[in-house]
């Protein structure tokens, strides 16, 4: 399963275009007085103002494989990452098989990238904007992430990730290379004490072949 566009909120347009085009060096598709759109390697990130929008989304993007240390290289002049209780910026997922560091955005969005060694992307050479390989998660919040998830199952054809232990507290539909995270209202948001609040979200999906839209 693959992302291939994520439609979010933020309520300053301009601060938005400050991080991702000059900080992260992401190209801009269209950019107007009510939204801005860029290319995040395969996906597409869009935001759409929203003044009185007053909360935050949390969002991965897969990085090549082999890559975590020169990302977190490549991160020490434009963010701070996220300092774990063990000292460390680098959180171990060991059933995903996947490495991840932690930052905000401008907006206060929970952003992470993801070294994911199931998947066969590995990159020779520095690590730079064009190394942000797609979109690979994104946060819904449902007050049942287990009755949501059968739901998109049943009427999309999705499945549930087999290397998550899925609850009805957190659970996760897709796969390495696209995951939906859906998580309970007010659980935080790892590794932070964020509580999760449910905010709009627009998603496109390639599963199968299939494009699908889907709006929470």
């Known amino acids: ?14 601060k938005t275009k400050a991080f991702y085009q000059n900080i992260f060096g992401l190209f801009i598709l269209e950019n107007d007085q009510k939204s801005i759109t860029f290319q995040a390697g395969t996906s597409i990130l869009k935001f759409v103002e929203d003044k009185e ?32 209780e063990d000292k460390s910026v680098v959180t171990n997922f060991e059933n995903w098989n996947a490495h991840s560091i932690y930052f905000f955005d401008h907006n206060g969005n929970l952003l992470e990238f993801i070294a994911r060694h199931d998947l066969n992307n590995e990159q020779i050479g520095e690590f730079n904007s064009a190394s942000i390989l797609n979109i690979s998660e994104i946060g819904i919040v449902t007050e049942s992430p287990l009755k949501l998830g059968n739901q998109l199952i049943e009427e999309h054809g999705l499945h549930f990730f087999s290397q998550n232990t899925n609850t009805d507290k957190f659970a996760a539909i897709g796969d390495h290379d696209g995951l939906l995270i859906l998580v309970q209202p007010t659980r935080n948001w790892y590794p932070t004490q964020i509580p999760s609040e449910s905010n709009p979200v ?15």
Do not use: G
């Open 1 to 14: 399963m693959r992302i291939d566009q994520i439609q979010i909120k933020t309520n300053d347009i301009q």
């Open 202 to 216: 627009k998603v496109t999906l390639e599963n199968n072949e299939n494009i699908i839209e889907l709006t929470f």
């Open 53 to 84: 929008f007053n909360s935050i989304y949390h969002f991965a993007f897969n990085i090549p494989e082999n890559q975590l240390e020169e990302a977190i290289q490549w991160c020490k002049n434009k963010v701070d990452l996220i300092v774990l």
